[in-house]
Nanobody, 115 residues
């Protein structure tokens, strides 16, 4: 089992910034892919960004140029730097990892952007 703990969510004004963190612990073997997903009220969960163990990144079109994903393999931690936040970024953000053939989810952290 892998445990994921997210932190860094909160309330921010339009145009502001937040940094999310996701710390993984437990039976960590490879953490092949780590990613952030988000789910807004009434909408499906969607991929925000992902990063492989080799550092390759992928972003949703809606966040390109504003969000930056990174990871510290030594700390088994992933980050999401979110700049120029918009009200439409309001959602619960979930950490997701693919570890040795299994997928794990964090409990989620609320991000609210006020206009």
């Amino acid at each position: 089992q892998v445990q994921l703990v997210e932190s860094g969510g909160g309330l921010v004004q339009d145009g502001g910034s937040l940094r999310l963190s996701c710390a993984a612990s437990g039976s960590i073997l490879s953490l092949d892919v780590m990613g952030w997903y988000r789910q807004a009220p009434g909408k499906q969960r969607e991929l925000v960004a992902s990063v492989t163990s080799g550092g390759n990144t992928n972003y949703a079109d809606s966040v390109k140029g504003r969000f930056s994903i990174s990871r510290d393999n030594a700390k088994n931690t992933m980050y999401l730097q979110m700049n120029s936040l918009k009200p439409e970024d309001t959602a619960i953000y979930y950490c997701n990892v693919f570890n040795a053939g299994y997928i794990y989810w964090g409990q989620g952290t609320q991000v609210t952007v006020s206009s």
